[in-house]
T-cell receptor, first 115, second 115 residues
Framework: GENVEQHPSTLSVQEGDSAVIKCTYSDSASNYFPWYKQELGKGPQLIIDIRSNVGEKKDQRIAVTLNKTAKHFSLHITETQPEDSAVYFC??????????????FGTGTQLKVEL | GAVVSQHPSRVICKSGTSVKIECRSLDFQATTMFWYRQFPKQSLMLMATSNEGSKATYEQGVEKDKFLINHASLTLSTLTVTSAHPEDSSFYICSPTKRDAGGYTFGSGTRLTVV
């Protein structure tokens, strides 16, 4: 089955700096790669996703890049703010959920944005 | 769209008792339901998948007789933790999805504490 690795496990940045989180996956059939933000005691919230036919996607301060050949994808957050502090998870699936396909999560990154 | 309601948000029960967690898709029909378990400072681990009209499929290591999943309705699924023990204390998250879903939707989670 799919295996998703995520690094780093913790990341501390100064407010205004950029944060980068990297993930690798094992199943070359995976073609949907979402990123989630999880605040304490809450369910994961989708912040951005990318499909295999795209190499990069950006939404304001958040961007994701995908390298299918190397089987890795990364989350980039620019101009970080204290409210960005949370746990971030990458994930991968063969295709979106409609077909009942499983979503495999990475191990998570605790991001702390310091004033 | 894709509004999910999960209840209760927190529950404390005595060891040996059973607890039921409800997950409702309020504005869509969930043809597939995923249930996850998340231990403190760990990632979301898939417990089981329930597709429309089929019995739930459990992941390896998850006891189907202990974690009962009912998906009789396309808008309601329940997870019952039977004969709960302290080691079952965890954060349980549902993820109902619809047939043509482009992504995954998550509930807000249930914090179960078994004392």
């Amino acid at each position: 089955g799919e295996n998703v690795e995520q690094h780093p496990s913790t990341l501390s940045v100064q407010e205004g700096d950029s944060a980068v989180i990297k993930c690798t996956y094992s199943d070359s059939a995976s073609n949907y790669f979402p990123w989630y933000k999880q605040e304490l005691g809450k369910g994961p919230q989708l912040i951005i996703d990318i499909r295999s036919n795209v190499g990069e996607k950006k939404d304001q301060r958040i961007a994701v890049t995908l390298n299918k050949t190397a089987k890795h994808f990364s989350l980039h957050i620019t101009e970080t703010q204290p409210e960005d502090s949370a746990v971030y998870f990458c994930a991968a699936s063969i295709k979106p959920a409609g077909g009942g396909n499983k979503l495999t999560f990475g191990t998570g990154t605790q991001l702390k944005v310091e004033l | 769209g894709a509004v999910v309601s999960q209840h209760p948000s927190r529950v404390i029960c005595k060891s040996g008792t059973s607890v039921k967690i409800e997950c409702r898709s309020l504005d869509f029909q969930a043809t597939t339901m995923f249930w996850y378990r998340q231990f403190p400072k760990q990632s979301l681990m898939l417990m089981a998948t329930s597709n429309e009209g089929s019995k739930a499929t459990y992941e390896q290591g998850v006891e189907k007789d202990k974690f009962l999943i009912n998906h009789a309705s396309l808008t309601l699924s329940t997870l019952t933790v039977t004969s709960a023990h302290p080691e079952d204390s965890s954060f349980y998250i549902c993820s109902p999805t619809k047939r043509d879903a482009g992504g995954y939707t998550f509930g807000s989670g249930t914090r179960l504490t078994v004392v």
